[in-house]
């Protein structure tokens, strides 16, 4: 079983669109797949149709498997269900603080899912917090989507720098951008510059499109309705990438 994160400390790059895509992609790749929505907001678990979990006594998310596993949701896709958020989710920092070994309860916990699954994807929230150093003790891979602007590049940036002043491995990261317009000189400049300075960029961009902005009309992932020459089709090279990655890793 993998853990791939789709976080950053930004709101609206991507996330949830990234996560939404990436965990249809998979499962119909045939992938028994959990998408675990952990962000309050619960935009993965509206785009899925499905409820928000029923609101969660202290500390049962990180202690309870079974407890857990009851709030999991069946999608409308084959191998693909959903754990959805619910506004006790804003919480999490306060539950993780005061438990022992606060910042690996979420890898304890997702590990004993391992014979359900073969991936977890998380949508995060935006925010740098302990609850991002579970997510960050926990996956396999952090996949940050970096919009081509100067304000993104800073905040990836202020990511690598917290990775290297507390000790996490760096090479978990891998960016990828996201919303990117070919005709803006700014994004064609920092793509350019940022794939120079950090190779670690994946190299599936997603293009800014509004078949994706839709999603929230439709309620599904946009793989779901797109057409095959759609140039949202780069979430499946996008898949494709990751999975090649953690083939790599031991
Ligand atoms: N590639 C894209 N092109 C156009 N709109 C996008 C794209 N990706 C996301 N969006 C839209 O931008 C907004 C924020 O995206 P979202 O995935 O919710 O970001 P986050 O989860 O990082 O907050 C949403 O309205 C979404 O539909
Ligand atoms: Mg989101």
């Known amino acids: 079983m993998k853990i791939v994160a789709s976080y950053s400390i930004k709101g609206g790059v991507g996330k949830t669109a990234a996560s939404v895509n990436l ?24 785009y899925f149709r499905i409820g928000a979990s029923k609101k969660e006594k202290r ?3 990180f202690t309870k498997k079974n407890r857990l596993l009851s709030q999991v949701k069946g999608s409308n896709y084959k191998r693909l269900d959903i754990l959805p958020a619910n506004l006790s989710f804003r919480n999490f920092d306060i539950m993780l603080n005061n438990m022992s070994k606060s ?12 014979n359900e699954y073969d991936l977890i994807i998380l949508d995060c929230p935006p925010n740098i917090n302990l609850l991002s150093e579970n997510i960050f003790n926990a996956a396999d891979m952090i996949l940050v989507p970096v919009i081509p602007t100067t304000l993104s590049e800073r905040t990836y ?17 891998r960016p990828f ?10 994004h064609h400049n920092t793509i350019n510059d940022l794939e120079k300075r950090h190779p670690e960029f994946m190299k599936s ?5 509004a078949e994706i902005e839709r999603m929230g009309i439709h ?32």
Request: aromatic content about 12%; charged content about 25%; overall charge positive.
């Open 177 to 186: 951008f996201s919303m990117a317009q070919s005709k803006n000189k700014l």
């Open 23 to 46: 965990a249809y992609a998979a499962a119909k790749a045939g992938n028994e797949t959990l998408l675990i929505d952990l962000d309050p907001q619960g935009a993965s678990s509206f």
């Open 205 to 209: 961009i997603i293009s800014f499109s």
């Open 219 to 250: 309620r599904e992932p946009v793989l779901a309705y797109a057409s095959r020459k759609s140039k949202v089709q780069s979430y499946r090279t996008l898949f494709n990438e990751i999975v090649h990655i953690l083939a790599k890793k031991k």
């Open 157 to 173: 940036e202020q990511l690598l720098t917290f990775f290297h002043k507390n000790g996490y491995k760096k090479k978990i990261i």
């Open 59 to 61: 500390s049962y998310f």
């Open 103 to 114: 910042k690996q309860r979420l890898k304890e916990l997702l590990s004993s899912l391992k």
